[in-house]
């Protein structure tokens, strides 16, 4: 039997709360004092684990699906920002592989060395037997790496999934080295709440709230990410807007093109202020001399130097 434990809103703790509404019977609420929304009660810790390892994705097809086909420019875009600011290369830990596409985005050049740690059984299997990874299955704070290990720390659209995000944040700060980087794509809210909330929501899918609850559990704001990574000791130096998966028909796929270029060149006009983006890519850097703790937070130091 399925039990259910109350969650916290991860950047205020025990703080009151507003229902926002029911998402695959699950309640989303809205914290009062930050307003990040996150589903309010669900399965436990471990039962969420499970689910991942077992369940969410049931075969390789699917993996190539959502997390190549779909995926691929998304990828391609993120990895290219990667390398330019990591010119040299280095160790590469992505958290949360999926079909392991992203990382063969880095194999065969010259001073990178990636790998990636994966919760599906069946999506490691992808990555190994499609790219030639090296993928182990299961969660990061499993793989007891040792302190100041990676130069670059991914993980993309995956953040929101995680159900325990200030330990893992703290073991990602824990395993980079002084001045490494931490790289992590999440959904855009705006987009979320526009597309998945509302009006439009109801006359297209005829329910109230489409978030996936259940799969997600987080609905950063870039403030909420920033304010919980600069915690933990992170600074943040740069963003760039990112684009939804890819698929659908041909005219489904135009307008969601048009949409992409509009909202990133507003992102890029207003330095991330105004963004109705599907999702964000967003950098991070372990100072060289680390002062943790910091409450200090100011999204506006993100400035967009996005890749021509
Ligand atoms: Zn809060």
Request: include cysteine.
């Amino acid at each position: 039997m399925t039990e259910c434990m109350k969650t916290e809103c991860p950047v205020c703790g025990p703080s009151s709360r507003t229902f926002v509404g029911e998402c695959h019977a699950l309640p989303v609420v809205r914290c009062d004092v930050c307003h990040l929304m996150f589903v309010g009660e669900c399965s436990t810790v471990d039962e969420t684990e499970e689910f991942f390892r077992t369940e969410h994705v049931d075969a390789p097809e699917t993996t190539q699906l959502h997390y190549v086909s779909y995926r691929r420019d998304s990828l391609q875009r993120e990895a290219a920002i990667v390398r330019r600011l990591v010119p040299d290369g280095g160790r590469l830990l992505d958290v949360g592989t999926a079909s392991g596409y992203f990382l063969k985005e880095f194999q065969g050049i010259e001073g990178w060395d990636v790998e990636g740690v994966e919760p599906s059984a069946v999506s490691t299997d992808f990555a190994r037997d499609h790219f030639g990874l090296n993928v182990r299955q299961g969660y990061l704070t499993e793989q007891n790496h040792g302190a100041e290990t990676f130069d670059v720390v991914t993980s993309l659209d995956a953040f929101n999934c995680h159900r325990t995000p200030n330990d893992d944040l703290a073991e990602i700060f824990r395993i980079l080295k002084p001045g490494a980087l931490f790289a992590v794509e999440i959904p855009g809210q705006s987009y979320r709440l526009l597309t998945g909330s509302g009006l439009f929501c109801r006359l297209f899918f005829g329910v109230p709230l489409r978030l996936n609850a259940g799969v997600n559990f987080y609905f950063y704001t870039t403030s909420a990410l920033v304010a919980m990574a600069c915690r933990v000791g992170f600074e943040a130096i740069e963003s760039h807007p990112e684009a939804m998966p890819s698929h659908g028909s041909l005219p489904a796929r135009l307008i969601k093109g048009a949409y992409f270029h509009a909202t990133s060149l507003l992102y890029r006009m207003t330095s991330g202020r105004i963004h109705y983006a599907p999702k964000e890519f967003l950098i991070f850097r372990k100072p060289i001399s680390a002062v943790t703790g910091s409450t200090t937070v100011d999204a506006s130091r993100l400035q967009d130097r996005r890749v021509a």
